[in-house]
C-alpha cells in the first residue's frame, strides 16, 4: 500500500527566503505525486504534479518540485517565500488508474514579513 | 479547467438529524469521486469511493449505513449523513478527475464543514 510521509508538522520561513517541504512516498510501483494547498475552511487547491518526465516539475504561485527516485522524495519549494504562501501543504501519492489519492499529514507552512 | 462543486459549504444540524452532501463535476463527467473526512489539524482521511451506477467501496472502519453515498449519474455523487451524532462533526470533502484521464491529478471540491449540536 502506498503511504506520504511529511516529517514536519510546520516550517517558518522569513519572507523573501527560499522555503522547502518535505515529502517522501512509499509505492509498489511508479508513482504519481502531487502537491496541493490549503487555506482555512476551504478544499485543497492543485500546485503541481509529477506523473513522468523531467524530475523538477513547474507549477502554479512559483512553486516546485523535484522527484527524486533514489531518496524517494518529492520536496516542495519555492525560491522567495510570500506571506501569501502560509497555508497547510499536503503531499499525496497515488497509483496507476482510477485510485485514490493517499495524503502525508500535511505541513503546515508559516512566512513571516 | 475541472471544476467540483461541493454544496452545502457549511451546516449545522440537530444530533439525530440526517445531512446530505452534494458534489458535482461542473464540466466533466466522473465515473468515479472520492469522500474524504478531515478532522481539525489533520490530514485528509479517504471514507469512500463512489462508483457511478453501482455501491460505492467503504474504507475499513467507516460505517456504511452512517455515510450513505449516491452516484446516480456522472456528474453527482452525494454523502448523506445519518441519524448525526456531535461526533460526526467534521469537513467534509469530494474530489474527481475526469473519466479516462488517468495522468490528471484530482480537483476536490471546497468542502463541507458539518456541525452537529
Known amino acids: 500500500a502506498q503511504s506520504v510521509a511529511q516529517p514536519e508538522d510546520q516550517v517558518n520561513v522569513a519572507e523573501g527566503n527560499p522555503l522547502t517541504v518535505k515529502c517522501t512516498y512509499s509505492v509498489s510501483g511508479n508513482p504519481y505525486l502531487f502537491w496541493y494547498v490549503q487555506y482555512p475552511n476551504r478544499g485543497l487547491q492543485f500546485l503541481l504534479k509529477?506523473?513522468?518526465?523531467?524530475?523538477l516539475v513547474k507549477g502554479s504561485y512559483g512553486f516546485e518540485a523535484e522527484f527524486n527516485k533514489s531518496q524517494t522524495s518529492f520536496h516542495l519549494k519555492k525560491p522567495s517565500a510570500l506571506v501569501s504562501d502560509s497555508a497547510l501543504y499536503f503531499c499525496?501519492?497515488?497509483?496507476?488508474?482510477?485510485?485514490?489519492?493517499?495524503f502525508g499529514k500535511g505541513t503546515r507552512l508559516s512566512v513571516i514579513a | 479547467g475541472a471544476v467540483v462543486s461541493q454544496h452545502p459549504s457549511w451546516v449545522i444540524c440537530k444530533s439525530g438529524t440526517s445531512v446530505k452532501i452534494e458534489c458535482r463535476s461542473l464540466?466533466?463527467?466522473?465515473?468515479?469521486m472520492f469522500w474524504y473526512r478531515q478532522f481539525p489539524k489533520q490530514s485528509l482521511m479517504l471514507m469512500a469511493t463512489s462508483n457511478e451506477g453501482s455501491k460505492a467501496t467503504y474504507e475499513q472502519g467507516v460505517e456504511k449505513d452512517k455515510f450513505l453515498i449516491n452516484h446516480a449519474s456522472l456528474t453527482l455523487s452525494t454523502l448523506t449523513v445519518t441519524s448525526a451524532h456531535p461526533e460526526d462533526s467534521s469537513f467534509y470533502i469530494c474530489s474527481a478527475r475526469p473519466t479516462g484521464e488517468n495522468r490528471s491529478g484530482y480537483t476536490f471540491g471546497s468542502g463541507t464543514r458539518l456541525t452537529v449540536v
Open positions: 509529477y506523473i513522468t518526465g523531467d524530475n
Open positions: 464540466d466533466f463527467q466522473a465515473t468515479t
Open positions: 499525496a501519492v497515488r497509483e496507476w488508474g482510477n485510485t485514490p489519492l493517499v
